[in-house]
């Protein structure tokens, strides 16, 4: 039974109460987590509060701050098959994912290191011949991070990157969902050499850690991953603090396939963008908008692909899809699955849960072109759960396309140029992928419209975020300033 614990101030401690922690590959309990209460939250709140009036911190050039930075992405990268084994272990997650994109957001870190003596102010050509104006871009703060237990390395670090690079402090709470490799992750920050309570990381649920953190009246920004519902619960409790927000929701992508397309590459791509992940993605194509000319076609392909993946243990480097994380969101994956059905989508394969230990659903295609309301086209599944609806043309496609709520990511699949030229000025979303799904790169910012949530994450542009500009007048004339109550 291995044993975790908060990171606050600097120092390691097990918090006043604990939980259990479960291996998703076989529902069994495998760690004991620490659950932050309040007296928790307060103390991680003021160290980082502390950290950021302090001049050791505060007095920090953007240069050295370059250099933490760099000395944590060397850290991450050489502890990198650790991480990976606690998050497979903790989340179910394949190793094959884990190992591979933990090493890549070493790369994260690398890049806002080097941003960080590279977040510039501007000059002002003011309209006032004696004055001169100009803006310092200083750090917004305190910020509190929430992540959820899906690729959380990554997605701590569009967070913790900028954040620090910018020279804010910050709270970073772990989903109780499998928190162990971001309470692993504090050990190796503490090994980078930041001053004491620069991020401190805990781990709790909802009302007693969660909703105390987002609206302590310490934070001054809250950079949220997750649900619309709880990202709804998080703007609410913000308003006690007044702090500004960035949210990323996740979404309902649509994965689309125009019949010129390179079918073979468009399958590949498609079975990564909705069963890589075991389909627990926010940006997971997970509704195949396909050409009615190559339909039957493409989904032949398609269903033996899917039938062909290798479902088993996550820390089997030959699994290619794992089980859920949690016992309810597998319920609720097979829930929609059933719902679908009943609404009238056709199951091409899949659709129930696996009769073994753990938490597992086999890949699963519903063909809804004769179902448009089926719940699996509207709703975020987060699971191995494709939903497809056909079309005939060009402008079908993109009403398809834009009929959600949600607005994270898109695919277009097309040799035309002109037509992708145009379905990407159509779609309303923050990422269009164009012959490719899933790429990333710390130099692109991500994020959404709609219930996909606001802000962007990766880029210049979090760096950004996480400033404030200060305008700066300096009188230049040695004149006096004339009695304001003298009329001339």
């Not at 920090?60 to 850290?75: P, Q, V, Y």
Request: charged share 20%.
């Amino acid at each position: 039974m291995q044993q975790f614990q908060h990171y606050i101030g600097g120092a390691f401690s097990d918090g006043a109460a604990q939980f259990d922690s479960y291996d998703p590959a076989t529902g069994a309990v495998w760690a004991r987590m620490p659950e932050a209460r309040q007296a928790e939250v307060e103390a991680a709140v003021r160290a980082a509060r502390n950290a950021f009036r302090s001049p050791v911190w505060a007095g920090m050039t953007a240069s050295a701050r370059g250099k933490l930075l760099h000395r944590l992405a060397d850290l991450v990268a050489e502890n990198a098959p650790r991480l990976a084994e606690l998050e497979t272990r903790d989340t179910g997650k394949i190793i094959r994912e884990t190992s591979a994109q933990i090493a890549y957001v070493a790369e994260y870190y690398r890049y806002y290191a080097g941003l960080a003596d590279k977040i510039e102010g501007a000059h002002l050509p003011i309209d006032k011949p004696d004055m001169e104006v100009w803006l310092r871009r200083e750090p917004v703060g305190v910020v509190a991070a929430v992540v959820p237990w899906n690729s959380q390395l990554f997605l701590s670090a569009v967070k913790i990157g900028p954040a620090l690079a910018a020279g804010c402090t910050m709270v970073l709470k772990a989903s109780e969902d499998g928190p162990a490799p971001m309470l692993e992750f504090a050990r190796i920050f503490d090994q980078a050499g930041f001053p004491p309570g620069v991020l401190n990381v805990i781990t709790g649920f909802g009302a007693d850690c969660g909703a105390v953190l987002t609206s302590h009246p310490d934070v001054d920004h809250v950079a949220f991953t997750g649900g619309p519902e709880t990202a709804r619960h998080v703007v609410r409790n913000s308003a006690e603090n007044l702090a500004s927000t960035s949210l990323e929701l996740g979404g309902k992508s649509p994965f689309i396939v125009f019949e010129d397309a390179d079918i073979e590459s468009a399958v590949n791509a498609q079975i990564s963008g909705i069963f890589a992940a075991t389909g627990q993605s926010c940006v997971a194509g997970s509704r195949l908008v396909i050409s009615s000319q190559i339909k039957d076609a493409f989904l032949s392909q398609l269903k033996a692909k899917a039938e062909a993946i290798v479902i088993g243990a996550p820390d089997d480097m030959a699994t290619e899809v794992g089980p859920l994380c949690t016992q309810a969101q597998r319920d609720k994956a097979v829930a929609l699955c059933e719902a679908s059905v009943a609404k009238g989508a056709r199951l091409v394969t899949g659709g129930a849960a696996l009769d073994r230990a753990g938490h597992y659903v086999p890949p699963t295609i519903l063909d809804c072109s004769d179902a448009p309301d089926a719940p699996c086209l509207h709703e975020e599944v987060f699971g191995p759960v494709l939903g497809v609806v056909s079309f005939d043309t060009e402008a079908e496609a993109l009403r398809i396309a834009n009929d959600t709520a949600f607005g994270l990511a898109s695919g277009v699949f097309t040799r035309d140029l002109t037509r992708a030229h145009r379905m990407i000025r159509g779609i309303r979303a923050g990422i269009v992928w164009v012959n490719t799904y899933r790429a990333v790169s710390p130099i692109a910012p991500f994020g959404g419209h709609g219930l996909s949530g606001h802000g962007r994450e990766g880029g210049l542009q979090a760096a950004l975020d996480y400033t404030r500009t200060k305008a700066v007048w300096l009188r230049t004339s040695d004149d006096p300033i004339p009695d304001p109550f003298v009329m001339r």
